[in-house]
């Protein structure tokens, strides 16, 4: 078993979440209301070939690119499409996408897939995961729960 990056409480299955670019593997608690980039069973009852197959899955994580906001922008100017168009073209509130295009709010996957689509551009691109930026599992690591109390 392993513990929590936030809260530090013990695991049994871990949820992946992508906090600023930076893997965490948290409890279930942690991970509600949170973009979860994979979650992993009882690692007990995994075999071998499956804990394997399971991290070369996480390895690959998609990442939205830099600059979202302005390449959005740029692509709704390019085709002369109001903010209020788009929003009503992919079914999302106005007020949502002028605070993606400001880079104040990230987009979900879903919006993601719909602004790709709507204005013929790319936002996701595939990120390695190095060894480093992975958890170590020790138990002497601190969490960000620590530093939060």
């Given at each position: 078993m392993e513990d929590c990056e936030l809260c530090g409480s013990r695991i049994d299955a871990a949820y992946g979440i992508s906090v600023d670019g930076v893997e965490l593997r948290v409890c279930s608690s942690c991970a509600k209301g949170k973009r979860i980039v994979?979650?992993?069973g009882d690692?007990?009852?995994k075999s071998g070939k499956?804990?394997?197959?399971?991290?070369?899955k996480?390895?690959?994580e998609i990442e939205i690119v830099d600059n979202y906001g302005v390449k959005i922008r740029k692509a709704r100017e390019a085709l002369r499409l109001p903010l209020k168009v788009v929003a009503?073209?992919?079914n999302e509130k106005e007020s949502l996408l002028?605070?993606?295009?400001?880079e104040?709010?990230?987009p979900n996957e879903a919006l993601t897939k719909k602004l790709e689509k709507a204005l013929n551009i790319k936002l996701e691109e595939r990120a390695e995961i190095t060894e480093e930026r992975r958890s170590s599992g020790r138990k002497d690591s601190a969490t960000l729960g620590e530093f939060i109390n």
């Amino acid at each position: 078993m392993e513990d929590c990056e936030l809260c530090g409480s013990r695991i049994d299955a871990a949820y992946g979440i992508s906090v600023d670019g930076v893997e965490l593997r948290v409890c279930s608690s942690c991970a509600k209301g949170k973009r979860i980039v994979y979650r992993e069973g009882d690692r007990a009852a995994k075999s071998g070939k499956a804990q394997a197959a399971a991290r070369q899955k996480r390895a690959e994580e998609i990442e939205i690119v830099d600059n979202y906001g302005v390449k959005i922008r740029k692509a709704r100017e390019a085709l002369r499409l109001p903010l209020k168009v788009v929003a009503e073209m992919i079914n999302e509130k106005e007020s949502l996408l002028a605070r993606v295009e400001k880079e104040e709010t990230l987009p979900n996957e879903a919006l993601t897939k719909k602004l790709e689509k709507a204005l013929n551009i790319k936002l996701e691109e595939r990120a390695e995961i190095t060894e480093e930026r992975r958890s170590s599992g020790r138990k002497d690591s601190a969490t960000l729960g620590e530093f939060i109390n």
